[in-house]
């Protein structure tokens, strides 16, 4: 059975860091580009950063870049997103996902596929 599953999230302040984990069963997670995105309430998913599976190449929308470093680690079958100086407005549901088209943008949700369940940040004062 294909199944992400992301952990780390959770409440901290504005400027405090965390490292959000996705994990995959049931397949090599190497052979997929994957893509974290992030969807708060009453708002569309975004996708924020993803990393390919060819060369690791790392991609980061502008509101993250500087802040958050996609990576992945092949031995654990395991993608993280590193988020450092958090703000309020990066509170959100974190998702990640396999990318299984190559039609349109990166960060365009359509492009992907297999999403796990997500995990709550909440950046709060």
């Known amino acids: 059975q294909v199944q992400l599953v992301e952990s780390g999230g959770g409440l901290v302040q504005p400027g405090d860091s965390l490292k959000l984990s996705c994990a995959a069963s049931?397949?090599?997670?190497?052979?997929?580009?994957i893509g974290w995105f992030r969807q708060a309430p009453g708002k569309e998913r975004e996708g924020v950063s993803c990393?390919?599976?060819?060369?690791?190449?790392?991609y980061y929308k502008d509101s993250v870049k500087g802040r958050f470093t996609i990576s992945r680690d092949n031995a654990r079958n395991t993608v993280y997103l590193q988020m450092n100086n958090l703000k309020p407005e990066d509170t959100a549901l974190y998702l990640c996902?396999?990318?299984?088209?190559?039609?349109?943008?990166?960060?365009?949700?359509?492009?992907?596929?297999?999403w796990g369940q997500g995990t709550q940040v909440t950046v709060s004062s």
């Open positions: 996902a396999c990318r299984t088209s190559y039609q349109g943008s990166r960060y365009s949700p359509t492009e992907y596929g297999d």
């Open positions: 990393i390919s599976s060819s060369d690791g190449s790392t």
């Open positions: 049931g397949f090599v997670l190497d052979y997929y580009a």
